[in-house]
């Protein structure tokens, strides 16, 4: 099994609501990885898990909590998001090591905020 | 200026012209990589380099560490090759892609 997979495609949620992003794999990779994309940009990193411990924030406002419950799961929980977070958020996994590893994209949930 | 800068931004080709993007960086690398994005958002990686070139299909990826440029060359281009192709290298930085239509 060489995917990543993503829940749901699409989401759109009003400024008061709390929802969730799921990311599985089963590749045995223990680095995941979310990021926010927007249109016609390229991904921007927000966070990255290695084995299951969040090594890296890249800032990010305090409304995306993320989580990785195992080596296969990764969530991101949202909440009070604004509209300006609407956008394709991908998750990715790879294997660990000491360079940059080939990443394994998920399809993308694409985010509307109201 | 972007760490990881791409050229063009845009590119439009018929059908069976040969293709080359162009990228270039300023940081000290371990690898750079050259990843594929089609609309709608699916993000597939094409090649992992550190040196040399690669070759996958009519796809070919090349890098010159001392003059830290890489190129990713497309024979006999396709309407399929249609989207937009990201340079990134290690400490995860990317460009900002070069999106390409190929006409029939």
């Known amino acids: 099994d060489t995917e990543v997979t993503q829940t749901p495609k699409h989401l759109v949620m009003g400024m008061t609501n709390k929802k969730s992003l799921k990311c599985e794999q089963h590749?045995?990779?223990?680095?995941m990885y979310w990021y926010k994309q927007k249109a016609k940009k390229p991904p921007e990193l927000m966070f990255v898990?290695?084995?299951?411990?969040?090594?890296i924030n890249e800032s990010v406002p305090s409304r995306f909590s993320p989580e990785c419950p195992n080596s296969s799961l990764l969530n991101l929980h949202l909440h009070a998001l604004q509209p300006e977070d609407s956008a394709l958020y991908l998750c990715?996994?790879?294997?660990?090591?000491?360079?940059?590893?080939?990443?394994?994209f998920g399809p993308g949930t694409r985010l509307t905020v109201l | 200026k972007n760490e990881v800068e791409q050229s063009p931004q845009n590119l439009t080709a018929q059908e069976g012209e040969f293709i080359t993007i162009n990228c270039s960086y300023s940081?000290?690398?371990?690898?750079l990589h050259w990843l594929q994005q089609h609309p709608g958002g699916g993000i597939v990686s094409l090649f992992m380099?550190?040196?040399g070139k690669k070759k996958h299909g009519r796809l070919i990826a090349t890098i010159n560490i001392q003059e830290k440029h890489s190129s990713l060359h497309i024979t006999a281009s396709h309407p399929r090759d249609s989207a937009v192709y990201i340079c990134a290298v290690d400490k995860l930085i990317f460009g900002t892609g070069t999106r390409l239509q190929v006409f029939p």
């Open positions: 940081v000290g690398i371990s690898a």
């Open positions: 898990y290695s084995y299951e411990k969040l090594s």
């Open positions: 990715a996994s790879s294997h660990l090591g000491t360079v940059y590893n080939e990443q394994f």
């Open positions: 380099l550190s040196s």
């Open positions: 590749m045995g990779h223990r680095a």
